[in-house]
């Protein structure tokens, strides 16, 4: 007989005395099942009539039977079979649905052989899938409906399905256990409307809590003020180490000098006002039209940049002091990746970056200059935009990758568990190629001067190369010396965010504050940031007593806690579903000003309305938002709007 490859509408169920759980079997081509593992009462089948419909093919009924452990069952829908059903109580998904089993007895392999009537049972089956769901959706509605008809009475009593809409009512106000079946059938009946991927309803109480702890508890009253208080201290820092360096230098302490410079230092600190000018900085890969998380890191970062700036204005205005310039620069990674351009070659990925692909850019660049050009204009403040290139064209940035370098066996291991290599990475140069080896794995790092890993930062001279791999035109080397060379340098997130904080620190001429998402904060930092800055410090006497200044922007999750991510970046079709529950405009800046009619301006404010009120209540900067809680924020009337997420009932003044 023919066998046949499992496809739905088959259910596979396998007796086991356990829990709800998942399980592969190997089909009879070799492909694997994915197995609904169901306790034992849900298998409860007659005894095998003695003459089989064919040699492994039995109809069954429902009794108290066990099915014993090496049986497989496979079961579908046959509405004609009107005497066999699932116990009501023990599955209801198939309530009332006439089921036709199919067993065999083979522990671990899974194959359906067919006769002539199987066949034209399972074809009426297949056929008759639609009609299944439909009749398991009527129950479930049936059983809703029913439920609320109750509910809805007249003053005599009679269904409110009768009454004329301006009759008056009289609601009967359910018990809890009236409510819990009511919501039981919502849920019953929710997963039935769709038929290609099953929806679930999950219920609310419309409360907001944030309960403090941590830094919600440390930082409830303010956020600003201790983040001031940083940026002086660095000054004062700077300020008595610069002291100390030049009496050192001189062999003697000036006792006058001193005395004066920690005067000065202890008046600026009492002051908290920074001399220097101030950057908010934020970064994106603009390789798709920003979703909420990226909208509500912006959004932090120009929402802080205005209060930080305020709260400097006033002060200095009691002090008679100009205040420093505040500005936001976004910096866009235009070396992640573009899909569909990366090759794999014995296991090593080579990719293509979005800047060496012509016009891959363009593709969703005016949504982030619309978004930067609303969000300036709303704040205050001005902002500026930066490439990888310019980045690696900092002054400091050569002296940096010789340390970085001069240490890459110890650094690769700190900043890359996976493949233990520093992931540097060059295109190739060959006109359209534009091809690196995306980890790093086959570089090779000239005769750098050791001496660097003892703090000195002098450049070996030409020696000072590394050589990237190329699979299609063999080797090619940049020089550190050369700054046109090191611009053409590319960096993963963790090399670009330990050199780009080193290079902050390394800055006395401006205060450097990032903002970024809160799924860098925690163990992240600790591995990929402090520890490597900690021993560059204490190995050049650079930064000595300082760290990097970072706000965590809060994260956007779905029902499962999972946060908001690009749509590259999940399954295929995984936000589908959020079309139908009206939340698609969280997915993209390009969805949200399609759903206020091509205008994003509107849901795009409602959201910097809501981050500005956490920045004002800054415990509700240490936790996270879901995706429903949004979605109330953007898409509920402005009048309904106030009040959610707020004490004082309102989201926050533009």
């Known amino acids: 007989m023919p066998k046949f490859v499992h496809r739905n509408p088959f ?236 009496n050192r230098k001189n062999d003697k302490t000036d006792s006058m000098g001193c005395s004066k410079t920690i005067h000065e230092c202890s008046a600026q600190l009492k002051s908290e006002i920074p001399t220097r000018d101030i950057i908010i900085h934020a970064g994106a890969q603009p390789n798709n039209s920003p979703h909420a998380g990226t909208l509500v890191v912006f959004c932090y970062a120009f929402s802080f940049a205005r209060s930080i700036y305020h709260r400097i204005k006033a002060n200095a205005a009691n002090a008679n002091y100009k205040p420093p310039r505040v500005s936001v620069e976004i910096t866009f990674v235009d070396t992640a990746p573009v899909t569909g351009c990366g090759i794999e070659i014995d296991g090593i990925q080579y990719q293509r970056s979005y800047r060496n692909v012509p016009r891959a850019l363009d593709t969703y660049m005016a949504d982030y200059r619309e978004i930067l050009s609303l969000l300036s204009a709303w704040s205050g403040i001005s902002f500026t935009t930066a490439f990888q290139s310019d980045f690696f064209a900092q002054p400091t940035i050569p002296s940096l990758l010789r340390y970085v ?147 965590y922007a809060p994260l956007i999750v779905d029902w499962s806690g999972a946060k908001l991510s690009k749509t590259l970046y999940v399954n295929k079709g995984g936000y589908e579903a959020m079309k139908l529950f009206g939340t698609d405009g969280l997915c993209s800046y390009a969805q949200l000003k399609s759903q206020f009619g091509g205008h994003g301006e509107e849901g795009l404010m409602r959201i910097w309305r809501e981050v500005q009120a956490w920045v004002a209540d800054p415990r509700k900067l240490f936790r996270t938002f879901s995706v429903e809680y949004l979605q109330r924020v953007i898409m509920t009337p402005v009048d309904e709007a106030r009040g959610i997420g707020s004490d004082d009932g309102y989201l926050g003044e533009n």
């Not at 199987?118 to 029913?146: I, K, Q």
């Open 405 to 551: 370098v001069a240490n890459h066996d110890i650094l690769g291991r700190q900043l890359s568990p996976k493949y233990k290599k520093l992931a540097l990475r060059a295109a190739c140069p060959v006109p359209d190629c534009g091809l690196a080896e995306k980890h790093g794995r086959l570089n090779v790092y000239g005769d750098f001067d050791h001496g660097c890993k003892n703090g000195s930062t002098n450049y070996a001279g030409d020696k000072d190369t590394i050589t990237f791999h190329c699979p299609r035109h063999g080797p090619h080397t940049i020089s550190i010396a050369k700054p046109a060379d090191v611009a053409r340098l590319e960096a993963n997130a963790p090399v670009r965010n330990l050199i780009r904080s080193m290079s902050h620190l390394l800055d006395t001429s401006k205060h450097h504050v990032r903002v970024t998402g809160a799924d860098y904060a925690g163990m992240y930092q600790e591995v990929f940031l402090y520890r490597p800055l900690a021993a560059w410090s204490a190995a050049t006497g650079l930064a000595t007593g300082r760290t990097p200044h970072i706000l």
């Open 11 to 246: 259910r596979i169920f396998v007796r086991r005395d356990t829990a709800i759980k998942h399980n592969n079997i190997t089909g009879a081509h070799g492909e694997n099942l994915m197995v609904d593992i169901q306790p034992v009462c849900s298998l409860r089948v007659t005894a095998i009539p003695r003459k089989p419909i064919s040699r492994r093919l039995y109809m069954a009924h429902t009794s108290p039977t066990l099915v014993a452990p090496p049986f497989v069952i496979a079961a579908y829908i046959q509405p004609s079979a009107h005497d066999m059903a699932w116990p009501t109580r023990q599955l209801n998904y198939y309530l009332g649905q006439p089921l036709l089993i199919v067993i065999k007895r083979r522990p671990k392999q899974f194959s359906i052989f067919r006769s002539n009537s199987f066949s034209r049972m399972y074809n009426h089956a297949r056929c008759s899938e639609d009609m299944w769901r439909a009749s398991d959706r009527a129950t479930a509605a049936r059983n809703l409906v029913g439920l609320l008809t109750a509910l809805c009475t007249n003053d005599t009593g009679h269904s409110s399905a009768t009454t004329p809409p301006h009759s008056p009512r009289h609601i009967d106000t359910p018990s809890v256990s009236n409510c819990r079946e009511i919501l039981s059938a919502i849920q019953a009946l929710v997963p039935t409307l769709s038929s290609d991927k099953p929806i679930f309803a999950t219920f609310h109480d419309g409360e907001v809590h944030d309960p403090l702890g941590g830094g919600s508890y440390a930082f409830k009253d303010d956020i600003v003020e201790p983040i001031l208080h940083a940026l002086v201290n660095d000054e004062v820092c700077l300020k008595r180490e610069k002291n100390h360096q030049s």
